[in-house]
């Protein structure tokens, strides 16, 4: 298999988003770290990772997956309930959950709440663990197997179903907007 023919598959684009999510999830990472040993507590960056997380790996990212791919997998006989995507769904909802979290813990912030930033840490923590493992089991497990059962066919089509999601706006952004505040968080706060 070409390299080109790799990125012309959907799981090909969604591996790449992973790539993308996984750079702010360190950017996430080393704010949060910066925090617990005392070096500041970074509003502004915290709250653009937040957002990054709530409009490209949720709407964009998981949107695809809950959406398109996943109802295709299970139309080609990958199991939902009890399978790994009725997990990869699930996971999805924790997310969120832990994205909330750290939004509301960012408004605790604001309001001067004393335990605002052990919140935060908590959540980011949660949220990193979680959407580490996942992008993981999605990568070696789920998308090998998806790619095992989807033909020429299904692929070409979900691929144009991606662009016409890609073209949309994700919290009032595009995902090429996105995409560059992933490197500008990355080159603010790099490793
Ligand atoms: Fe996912
Ligand atoms: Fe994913």
Redesign the pocket.
Known sequence: MTQESLFDKPTGT?RE??QVILRVINVLGRLVERSEQGRGFERNALGECVEFFRSFADAC??AK?EDLLFPLLQARGIPRDGGPIGV?LSEHQLARGFTKDMAGALEAYDREESNARDRFHSAARDYRELLTH??SK?DQILFTMGDQVMSEEDQSSLCKQFCGLCSKQFGGRTREELERMADTLEANWPA
Do not use: K, N, Q, T
């Open positions: 969604l988003e992973h990212h998981h997956e990869m996942h992008i999605e």
